[in-house]
């Protein structure tokens, strides 16, 4: 059983489109966290979100929105696509409050916008 | 303005060998340290975390060691083998429980 699955794996886009990435979790974990790996190879984060709160990166763009219908699932859309969205993005889980035991990662979706 | 680096790109051991990885960090209110090893086309994977209270975690080959006053953390991997092949990523966490990344450090494990 995966413990947080992300679909799809790949995406191939056209600049100016919508899309989404689903991200689901079966941990019972109450926070959820989208990270953007970049050409550099660095880790963002993007969103933290558990029932209470939205933390927002200052530094995403407002085309990039989390939705959550439940604790178990955070959805991310992403309105009129760029070049520079073409990243890696991974999804994550972890419990309420964690630190010491990190956090559990998705396998991650290659976006690549054209 | 990096404040987690691992300022090793790649590094490359002999199989049995231990492998030092490292990592400095500038914020000295992070409150925990965890390294997360990847396998290509997979997510992170929690390996082993470190509190700012401790100086030393051990879990089976994996060593965390953290220096404070040089605000440097290294993992240590003994004996390094095939499977350890991967990328190393350090990580640094607030009260806030946001993480702050390093670039990571690719491992060569050489038979």
């Known amino acids: 059983d995966t413990a947080v699955s992300q679909t799809p794996k790949y995406l191939v886009t056209q600049m100016g489109n919508d899309k989404s990435i689903k991200c689901e979790q079966n941990?019972?974990?109450?926070?959820m966290y989208w990270y953007k790996q970049d050409s550099k190879k660095f880790l963002k984060i993007m969103f933290s979100y558990n029932n209470k709160e939205l933390i927002i990166n200052e530094t995403v763009p407002n085309r990039f929105s989390p939705k959550s219908p439940d604790k178990a699932h955070l959805n991310l859309h992403i309105n009129s696509l760029e070049l520079g969205d073409s990243a890696v993005y991974f999804c994550?889980?972890?419990?309420?409050?964690?630190?010491?035991?990190?956090?559990?990662f998705g396998s991650g979706t290659r976006l690549t916008v054209v | 303005d990096q404040q987690v680096k691992q300022n090793s790109p790649s590094l490359s051991v002999q199989e049995g060998r231990i492998s030092i990885l490292n990592c400095d960090y500038t914020n000295s209110m992070f409150d925990y340290f965890l390294w997360y090893k990847k396998y290509p086309a997979e997510g992170p994977t929690f390996l082993i975390s470190i509190s700012s209270i401790k100086d030393k975690n051990e879990d089976g080959r994996f060593t965390v060691f953290l220096n404070k006053s040089a605000k440097h953390l290294s993992l240590h991997i003994v004996p390094s083998q095939p499977g350890d092949s991967a990328v190393y990523f350090c990580a640094a966490g607030t009260s806030n429980y946001q993480l702050i990344w390093g670039a990571g450090t690719k491992l060569i494990i050489k038979p």
């Open positions: 994550a889980s972890s419990p309420l409050g964690t630190t010491l035991r990190g956090y559990t």
């Open positions: 941990l019972g974990h109450d926070t």
